[in-house]
């Protein structure tokens, strides 16, 4: 009873502050967003406050214990986490979005491969001319030495 009761707890704990994170990003940006996006912006808030609150407890905690044992999500611990990863799934968004509108990324993508095989192709044609070029004037000598 007692093991699906801290399972239970485990999954309240990874999974509720991401849905806060959805709500409180929705209201900030006021736009409607396909259900994609949404599941894609659910799995993004999941592992960030996920890997937050594990670097918080990894760096706070007197004992290194092993993480996601049956034995750690007590009621206390499990309070004490839902709060703290309530906190941080509410202010999450905000830092994102100040985060997204001061910083701009641009990104240019280059074929290579084609520009490559091109390019390759390229100096393949030229060698095999020149070859050819080079054997035809050693033909031309020899014929020339012959005469």
């Known amino acids: 009873m007692l093991q699906e009761r801290s399972g239970s707890m485990f999954f309240i704990c990874m999974l509720m502050p991401a849905s806060i994170s959805i709500?409180?990003?929705k209201k900030i940006e006021k736009k409607e967003k396909s259900t994609n996006e949404l599941i894609l912006k659910y799995l993004f808030y999941t592992f960030l406050i996920t890997t937050i609150m594990n670097s918080l407890i990894y760096i706070f905690s007197s004992d290194k214990m092993i993480f996601y044992s049956s034995s750690t999500f007590t009621?206390?611990?499990?309070?004490?986490?839902?709060?703290?990863?309530?906190?941080?799934?509410?202010?999450?968004?905000?830092?994102?979005?100040?985060?997204?509108?001061?910083?701009?990324?641009?990104?240019?993508?280059?074929?290579?491969?084609?520009?490559?095989?091109?390019?390759?192709?390229?100096?393949?044609?030229?060698?095999?001319e020149k070859t050819k070029n080079s054997n035809t004037k050693k033909k031309t000598r020899k014929s020339d030495k012959s005469n």
């Open 23 to 25: 709500i409180t990003e």
């Open 75 to 128: 009621y206390d611990f499990c309070l004490k986490y839902m709060w703290i990863s309530m906190i941080i799934a509410f202010i999450l968004p905000y830092i994102l979005k100040v985060i997204s509108v001061n910083i701009n990324i641009d990104l240019e993508i280059k074929k290579k491969r084609n520009g490559k095989k091109k390019a390759e192709k390229k100096e393949n044609t030229e060698k095999v």
